[in-house]
């Protein structure tokens, strides 16, 4: 054990009264550099301190402003229209929409089970016939049953229609070319006091997706406007402007699933999602497909996209219209089937 008489001497000899002139000299030498690092670290720490509360106020500032846009967005949405051709009349709207009837499907394909649902409540859902009336309505009569949205695209596509169809909309707006690809390629040079198109729409959807090629992204597009358009009209006139590789297919029509799948553009790819994948991997797939899905399109660029001469918008060349209407240009590269087999037909031929 320590000395307590040690101690003592110890603690005297540090008492300045028991210092010599020179023992003081050194302390308060030493004293004093302590205390200039001292204040020197605390000017450091509230340099940092102060450049962190910067930056999280410049993010904030950007939260705040990008919050205002979007508001001042949904409330220039103006769903009124005056192409009546487009839209049905005696196509009365629900009372009521559900799809937890899962019941009348029994006997039907099993469907991949759902991820878990994201926290909306089936006010989205779209009205649907049951199995028997869909396998014996016309095709264009026949609206696929959707779940509640699990992703933010099921959610887009639920939103857009029941509140175009839920607001009274009589009509899709006359756009001319349909759809407009000028939303997408140039955002910034739309009329942002005007109604909101179903272009408009689609296209601040593919403007978040991670779809690598340009071309890739402008026919995203073109297949989402145009099943958008028929979800809002359900006439046969929007279903005959469907592409054909977009049309849902039988098992679409009577077993219910998450409407990302109705997006995508191979039909045997959709029904074999529908009956053999985990629909909760949605994410994966997405990036597998996404970074090299390709329309095949053999020429530039330029030759598919033209701009109309003001600068600001921008049409589809009829030649590449119908190019990326036929299902079977498009392809992904072959490693996508090694993370989902039934993508290889879809594949493209390693060089």
């Not at 009349?89 to 759902?114: I, V, Y």
């Not at 609206?143 to 099921?154: C, Y």
């Not at 029904?271 to 095949?296: N, P, T």
């Not at 498009?330 to 879809?346: I, N, R, S, Y």
Request: hydrophobic share 35%; charged share 25%.
């Amino acid at each position: 054990m320590d000395d307590p008489n040690k101690r003592a001497v110890v603690n005297a000899n540090r008492r300045v009264a028991n210092m010599t002139s020179s023992q003081i000299e050194s302390k308060r030498s030493i004293d004093r550099a302590n205390q200039r690092y001292c204040r020197a670290k605390r000017k450091t720490q509230l340099g940092q301190l102060q450049s962190q509360v910067e930056e999280l106020t410049r993010e904030l500032d950007d939260a705040r402003r990008q919050l205002r846009e979007y508001r001042e967005r949904e409330e220039t949405w103006d769903f009124a229209g005056n192409n009546a051709n487009l839209l049905d009349p005696t196509w009365d709207l629900p009372s009521t929409s559900s799809l937890n009837h899962r019941n009348q499907f029994q006997g039907h394909p099993s469907p991949g089970p759902p991820s878990r649902p994201l926290p909306w409540t089936g006010h989205f859902i779209l009205d649907y016939d049951s199995p028997f009336t869909a396998l014996h309505a016309a095709e264009w009569k026949a609206i696929p049953p959707l779940t509640d949205a699990t992703t933010q695209l099921d959610q887009v596509i639920l939103t857009t229609t029941q509140t175009l169809r839920s607001r009274g909309f009589r009509a899709a707006h006359k756009e001319s070319p349909f759809p407009s690809i000028s939303s997408l390629l140039n955002p910034a040079g739309q009329d942002k006091s005007g109604s909101c198109s179903i272009s408009t729409a689609a296209a601040a959807q593919v403007g978040r997706s991670p779809v690598a090629s340009l071309l890739a992204r402008v026919g995203f597009m073109y297949f989402l406007s145009h099943l958008l358009r028929w979800y809002i009209c359900r006439t046969k006139e929007s279903y005959d402007q469907l592409p054909s590789c977009i049309r849902p297919t039988l098992l679409q029509r009577t077993v219910p699933h998450p409407a990302w799948i109705d997006v995508i553009v191979w039909p045997e790819v959709r029904d074999a999602i529908i009956q053999h994948m985990d629909w909760s991997r949605f994410y994966e797939f997405r990036a597998v497909v996404s970074k090299s899905l390709c329309v095949g399109w053999p020429h530039m660029d330029t030759r598919a996209v033209f701009e109309s001469g003001d600068g600001k918008n921008y049409k589809l060349s009829s030649v590449f219209e119908q190019h990326l209407r036929d299902g079977s240009n498009w392809t992904v590269g072959a490693d996508a089937a090694e993370a989902f087999p039934f993508l290889k037909p879809v594949c493209r031929e390693s060089p």
